[in-house]
């Protein structure tokens, strides 16, 4: 019903990617938690950022299906190229597409949708995350300046030398006894503004990943994105076609993990046969492969559905929700099929199971997710 033949075609030509580029060199990249400066060029050569956004600016205006797609594929291989994109394109890009103003679109989108720059997403804080509305970071205007004071935490693409800026979400007063937020675009080189990579993750070790820290940070007025107090809708807005990454995400490194236990099943041998034949494997890989088909029926019809520029708030958190813990399940079972090898850094498998586990928290949690869907339906 949504696939066409040129989506087939994105999927082979970013499939081949990812097989020939990123698989020989991620498992080193993981270990030596290196962001790849050039493999994220190559990403832009072959025009995956920028793909939702109009040819005036750089991009290749095609569907957010297209989009999702090369990232389910990036992720069939290495959820940390997934990331730099996926977060690139739907956290960086997206809304300065969307709410930005013709200055800024001609002033930032070009080389963003060029793959040599990248920009971050500045929401979450250490005591604002599932609350985003507990941002302590603020924005005050003074003679025409926006100064803005306080940090964030675990912000991708958020310090490596092509990140050229950040959306903030700062809090610029308060309104009824409720605070007002305003997102503030900022960039690297300004005064007051500092960037420190995060180490030591667990998962998506190759992808870039940022606390950020505003000290008296001054920019001009003109670098607010929308108006005054529209911050806290402008981020929410991002979050909900975030998800759908997100998804695409779980989605792709399930189909990947799934690959891998299907072949390691066909080659293991135990009692005297390949470990595929037995029933209590050949269900588990049934298992896998149907829930895997379900997460991406679904998944494309959410992305129908935003095509259609119809409502998908419900759609995205239940594809984010399924998606994740889809991933979270084929990749336990995948490792329960490879047995002690599953936990070895030699199996592709091991990064998986490691690299899935921030599928459920990050850009909303299940339990957010959950909430989400829960209100769309009037149960809360």
């Known amino acids: 019903m949504y696939i066409t033949e040129e989506h087939e075609l994105i999927r082979k030509t970013v499939r081949d990617f990812a097989e020939r580029v990123i698989k020989p060199v991620a498992r080193e990249l993981d270990e030596n938690e290196q962001f790849s400066e050039e493999i994220t060029a190559q990403m832009g050569e072959l025009g995956l950022f920028g793909m939702c956004s109009p040819e005036e600016y750089g991009g290749q205006k095609m569907d957010i299906l297209s989009y999702l797609i090369a990232v389910e594929e990036l992720a069939r291989v290495d959820g940390s190229q997934a990331?730099?994109?996926a977060?690139?394109?739907?956290l960086g890009i997206a809304p300065i597409l969307e709410f930005g103003t013709e200055e800024q679109k001609k002033k930032y989108l070009p080389?963003?949708?060029s793959g040599k720059e990248l920009w971050a997403f500045g929401l979450t804080e250490p005591e604002a995350g599932s609350d985003s509305r507990a941002t302590k970071t603020t924005a005050k205007l003074v003679n025409g300046q926006w100064i803005i004071n306080g940090s964030k935490i675990f912000i991708t693409n958020g310090s490596v030398?092509?990140?050229?800026g950040v959306t903030v979400q700062a809090?610029?007063?308060v309104k009824n006894g409720k605070k007002e937020f305003t997102t503030i675009l900022v960039e690297k080189d300004t005064p007051g503004f500092t960037r420190r990579p995060m180490h030591k993750k667990m998962m998506w070790r190759s992808s870039d990943t940022a606390e950020l820290y505003f000290d008296d940070c001054t920019v001009p007025e003109s670098n607010i994105l929308g108006k005054v107090g529209q911050g806290s809708k402008i981020m929410l807005h991002t979050l909900d076609c975030g998800r759908l990454s997100i998804a695409a995400m779980g989605l792709g490194l399930a189909q990947g993990a799934f690959e891998m236990a299907l072949q390691y099943a066909k080659e293991r041998k135990q009692f005297g046969r390949p470990i595929v034949k037995f029933q209590v494997t050949a269900f588990k890989l049934a298992d896998m492969a149907t829930k895997i088909e379900l997460a991406r029926t679904f998944l494309y019809h959410?992305?129908?559905?935003k095509d259609q520029a119809m409502d998908f708030t419900k759609e995205s958190a239940i594809a984010k929700l399924y998606c994740s813990e889809i991933a979270k399940e084929v990749a336990d079972e995948a490792v329960q099929i490879h047995g002690g090898y599953g936990l070895?850094?030699?199996y592709d498998i091991e990064r998986f199971y490691r690299d899935q586990r921030l599928l459920q928290i990050g850009e909303g949690t299940s339990e957010i997710q959950r909430l989400v869907i829960a209100r769309c339906i009037g149960a809360c």
């Open 302 to 305: 959410a992305c129908w559905l």
């Open 171 to 173: 809090v610029s007063g």
């Open 161 to 164: 030398d092509i990140s050229v």
């Open 344 to 346: 070895m850094k030699d």
């Open 111 to 113: 080389g963003l949708c």
């Open 83 to 85: 990331a730099t994109l």
């Open 87 to 90: 977060a690139h394109n739907s």
